[in-house]
């Protein structure tokens, strides 16, 4: 059987195919066995997308302030690839899931420690000055 890999979307086309796509939602999480293990999970869910939207507005890679008051967020916050600027594509294809692996492997993992984020968006920026 031949894999044929279908080429990733440009953030132009994500949006024009998926106008509403969201980049991250600071309330969807699995139910988990019992309803306290479900609220802590939606905690820690908030918390770190409100790092996680710090770090994209403190390095320009928001269109507007999303939250003016991150890390500290509303619940029901949501973030639109629309609301982001092209280059945060690229860090969710290059750094998210290894930034959010590390709270699988440690529930002491710190939200507030980006420097998996910083790499990645250092790389992006040094390939762009190339």
Same mark, same amino acid.
């Given at each position: 059987?031949?894999? &044929? !890999?279908?080429?990733?979307?440009?953030?132009? *086309?994500?949006?024009?195919? +998926?106008?509403?796509?969201? +980049? *991250?939602?600071?309330?969807?999480? +699995? *139910?988990?066995?019992?309803?306290?293990?479900?609220?802590? =999970? !939606?905690?820690?869910? %908030?918390?770190?997308?409100?790092?996680? #939207?710090? +770090? #994209?507005?403190?390095?320009?890679?928001?269109?507007?302030?999303?939250?003016?008051?991150?890390?500290?967020i509303?619940?029901?916050?949501?973030?639109?690839?629309?609301?982001?600027?092209? &280059?945060?594509?690229?860090?969710?294809? #290059?750094?998210? *899931?290894?930034?959010? =692996?590390?709270f699988? !492997?440690?529930?002491?993992?710190?939200?507030?420690?980006v !420097? $998996? #984020?910083?790499?990645?968006? %250092?790389? $992006?920026?040094?390939?762009? %000055?190339?």
């Amino acid at each position: 059987m031949i894999n &044929k !890999r279908k080429k990733l979307l440009t953030y132009d *086309e994500l949006l024009e195919k +998926f106008p509403n796509i969201y +980049f *991250e939602d600071a309330f969807s999480v +699995f *139910e988990e066995k019992t309803p306290e293990m479900t609220q802590k =999970a !939606r905690l820690s869910k %908030k918390i770190t997308t409100g790092y996680l #939207l710090k +770090f #994209l507005q403190d390095n320009n890679l928001t269109r507007k302030i999303i939250c003016a008051t991150a890390p500290d967020i509303p619940d029901d916050l949501v973030i639109y690839y629309r609301d982001l600027v092209p &280059k945060a594509l690229e860090l969710d294809r #290059l750094a998210l *899931e290894k930034w959010y =692996a590390r709270f699988d !492997r440690s529930v002491n993992a710190d939200p507030s420690d980006v !420097r $998996i #984020l910083e790499k990645y968006l %250092k790389q $992006i920026n040094d390939q762009e %000055k190339d």
